[in-house]
């Protein structure tokens, strides 16, 4: 069993480092930060008041996910490192148990996260905010996986945020 979770948890770590590698330009996050602004806006019908409230909320859980992000991309390339060496399998193993500890982390960032959203958000935007981030995540790994079809064809790509 421990043999299966060190093996997915590799697997994940080796895609997250991945995608570490190749971080877009701070301004095209920006820009996708105000469109997922604004599209939550209007698909959780908030309030002036609630935009107020939830908004600062999100900034700090995605700044704790930058923060472990960057702490994650640190210990990969160490492990990167101390596998190339042939390091004993001792300091690999603590290099992994911190990578579990950062997953874990960011676990109870998430939950801790949407418990704070219940005394801002009505059961139905909470709900709402769910769907939305799950089809936002896929929304956008199509928007990635169109993108990098080539430049053939970019002109005819469907927009992701207008399907339903």
Request: proline share 3%.
């Amino acid at each position: 069993m421990k043999k299966i979770i060190f093996i997915l948890t590799l697997c994940s770590l080796l895609f997250a480092q991945t995608l570490m590698q190749r971080k877009p330009p701070r301004e095209t996050m920006r820009r996708l930060e105000t469109l997922k602004m604004w599209k939550l806006t209007e698909a959780l019908d908030l309030s002036e008041d609630q935009a107020a409230a939830f908004f600062p909320l999100m900034k700090d859980l995605r700044n704790q996910k930058e923060e472990l992000e960057d702490e994650r991309g640190a210990l990969m390339e160490e492990l990167i490192e101390e596998m190339e060496s042939d390091a004993d399998t001792g300091k690999i193993s603590n290099i992994m148990d911190r990578m579990i500890e950062l997953k874990q982390q960011e676990c109870e960032n998430d939950v801790e996260f949407i418990e704070r959203t219940r005394s801002i958000l009505s059961t139905t935007q909470q709900a709402k905010y769910v769907i939305f981030e799950g089809e936002f995540q896929k929304r956008m790994m199509q928007l990635i996986r169109d993108f990098h079809k080539g430049k053939k064809g970019r002109e005819k790509m469907d927009n992701p945020w207008d399907r339903p």
